[in-house]
Every structure is written in structure tokens, then in C-alpha cells.
């Protein structure tokens, strides 16, 4: 596949020898009633820079809770998450804001976009949280769209959009802000198979293309075996070897 003309505005490429995520003795506990929920019970892991790793498991098995605390939208119970060299406990709750902002794109499973807003409009929000100049979020908007081939619909609502050209949407928004790690939540959960594997060719050319590090939480084990550089195996809080993920 040939490399997009503007693929260098679109993120930043971090050396191809550095480490992208650093996750040490990570918990997350909580309590239910009188029940302690180990929801991530000693978790640790390095993901490089560039790679494309995927994290399966059951329901419950803690993929997303690890997820959000590498994404800074939940802080562990105990342990130590690192990002690009940047611990994240340490970051007050400004800063831990920028990082999200700046160094993350998120794509959920649900597209979470604005009904009322255009496409357009919902891919350019980060921006001007960002208090980017007008002109600037302009053409990085543009640019986002046209990377996941939807230019032709910048004035459509969600409504008027298939499944796969909302998830499109919600990757293109994540993608504005220029971040070096994409972290994407069962973002094929909602498609179809077709529209699914076109959605993780899309990932895959955003890693090759922009070195962008991608980790992403599936069920799907075909998925990943045919995209991802590496699979890692969750099950009760705890990374396990594979055999395991598969018993339960």
C-alpha cells in the first residue's frame, strides 16, 4: 500500500527502539457490598514503540479496566503505569488531561459521536477543547477525514451514516490530535465481519504508515491473530499464557 502523502502531519513517530507503554504490578481493586472485585490483580508489561498489540480475554477478564488506566481515564489501585518515559500517577489532574489529549486517541466501542453535529463538527471537537486556531483545526480535520477516506461526507450527521463510516469517524477524531498510542476498545464490536476487517485495516495502516503504537481490546481471536503484531492474554485480573485465556 503506498504511504499517504500527508501521513507525517498526522502523528508524531517515535523512535522505532523506544518503549511506548511501560505497565508495572498494575491493580485495580473495588469494592461491591462486602466484595473486594479484583478487576486488574498485579498486571505487568512493555509495549513498544510502533508495535500493534492486542489484549483478549472473557468478560471480566480486566482487558478494558487495563485499557482506561493506560488511557488515564481510571488510576490503579497500585503500581506503576509509564508512557513514553511519563509516569502517569504522578500527573496532576491537569496535566493528566493534556496527556489524553495530546499523546492518546481513544476509539470506543460505541461511536460516541454528537448526533447534532456534522461530521465535520464531531472530528474537530478535540481541537477546539485544544484551543487550536481555527485555520489549523480546519486542516487537520480535513486531513483526518481524508485519511480514513471520508471527505465526501463532512456535512452528514451520525444518523445519515452507515456503522462503519460512524466508527470511521469516531478513529478520524481520535486521530486529530496527532497521538503517538491509539487505544482502541472493541472498536469492531458493533460492525459487521466485512465492515469490522476494514476498520482493522485501517488500524494496521495507521501503524505501519504513521508509526503510531495501537493497543486494542478484542474478543475476536481472528482479528488478531491476522493484524496484530503480538496477542496478550488476560483472565481474572491477571495476564496468562494462552491455554488459559481459552479454558476461561
Excluded at 489484549?55 to 488515564?72: E, M, P, V, Y
Excluded at 513514553?84 to 496527556?99: D, K, T
Excluded at 489549523?136 to 480514513?148: F, I, K, M, P, Q
Excluded at 465526501?152 to 445519515?160: D, F, G, I, L, W
Amino acid at each position: 500500500m503506498a504511504t499517504h502523502p500527508h501521513s507525517e502531519q498526522l502523528a508524531p513517530v517515535a523512535a522505532q527502539n523506544a518503549v511506548a507503554v511501560e505497565v508495572r504490578d498494575a491493580a485495580r481493586h473495588y469494592a461491591m457490598g462486602a466484595t473486594l472485585v479484583r478487576a486488574l490483580d498485579g498486571v505487568s508489561l512493555t509495549i513498544a514503540a510502533r508495535e500493534f498489540v492486542c489484549l483478549l480475554g472473557s468478560s471480566g477478564s480486566g482487558k478494558s479496566t487495563l485499557l482506561n488506566i493506560i488511557a488515564g481515564l481510571d488510576r490503579p489501585t497500585a503500581g506503576q503505569v509509564t508512557i513514553f518515559g511519563r509516569e502517569l500517577a504522578g500527573m496532576a489532574s491537569q496535566e493528566l488531561a493534556r496527556y489524553r489529549r495530546e499523546t492518546v486517541g481513544i476509539v470506543f466501542q460505541s461511536f460516541n459521536l454528537i448526533p447534532t453535529m456534522s461530521v465535520e463538527e464531531n472530528v474537530e471537537l478535540p481541537l477546539r477543547f485544544a484551543e487550536v486556531e481555527r485555520a489549523e483545526r480546519s486542516g487537520r480535520t480535513r486531513l483526518a477525514l481524508d485519511r480514513v477516506r471520508l471527505s465526501h461526507r463532512v456535512s452528514h450527521r451520525p444518523s445519515e451514516l452507515s456503522g462503519g463510516e460512524q466508527q470511521r469517524v469516531a478513529i478520524a477524531r481520535a486521530l486529530v490530535n496527532r497521538p503517538s498510542l491509539l487505544l482502541a476498545d472493541e472498536p469492531t464490536g458493533n460492525l459487521d465481519s466485512r465492515t469490522g476487517e476494514e476498520i482493522m485495516n485501517l488500524l494496521r495502516e495507521f501503524n505501519r504508515e504513521l508509526g503510531m503504537t495501537v493497543v486494542m481490546v478484542t474478543h475476536e481471536r481472528s482479528l488478531a491473530d491476522r493484524f496484530a503484531d503480538r496477542m496478550l492474554f488476560l483472565a481474572d485480573g491477571k495476564l496468562v499464557p494462552e491455554r488459559s485465556e481459552r479454558s476461561g
